[in-house]
Nanobody, 126 residues
Framework: QVQLVESGGGLVQPGDSLRLSCAAS????????MGWFRQAPGKEREFVAA????????AYADSVKGRFTISRENAKNTMYLQMNSLKPEDTAVYYC???????????????????WGQGTQVTVSS
């Protein structure tokens, strides 16, 4: 049974930084592409960032490009999202997810993922 657990969320001020972690268990972490998504109140879940199995390929939503960095440590079965220069519009529940197939080099759509964490709240407010 694959389990994904996010941590690192919290309440921060605009301009601050946070690092989210996603700990995976129950599967072969290193053989799957992974991603981060977020969902704000009243909005649909949206893509934030994705990373390939070996970290050779990454992708970002335009809204976070240049501010967020996705990374992974396969030896630790962990993925990260470093978030800098946070803005109020970054406020959301952040989810990590595992791509549904071994054929994905990278995936940016919600339907391409089959395992999701429970989410961690990030609130950016002064």
């Amino acid at each position: 049974q694959v389990q994904l657990v996010e941590s690192g969320g919290g309440l921060v001020q605009p301009g601050d930084s946070l690092r989210l972690s996603c700990a995976a268990s129950g599967g072969t972490f290193s053989t799957y592409a992974m991603g981060w998504f977020r969902q704000a109140p009243g909005k649909e879940r949206e893509f934030v960032a994705a990373i390939s199995r070996t970290s050779g390929t990454t992708a970002y939503a335009d809204s976070v490009k240049g501010r967020f960095t996705i990374s992974r440590e396969n030896a630790k079965n962990t993925m990260y999202l470093q978030m800098n220069s946070l803005k109020p519009e970054d406020t959301a529940v952040y989810y990590c997810a595992r791509a549904s197939g071994l054929n994905f080099i990278i995936a940016t759509q919600t339907y391409e993922y089959d395992y999701w964490g429970q989410g961690t709240q990030v609130t950016v407010s002064s």
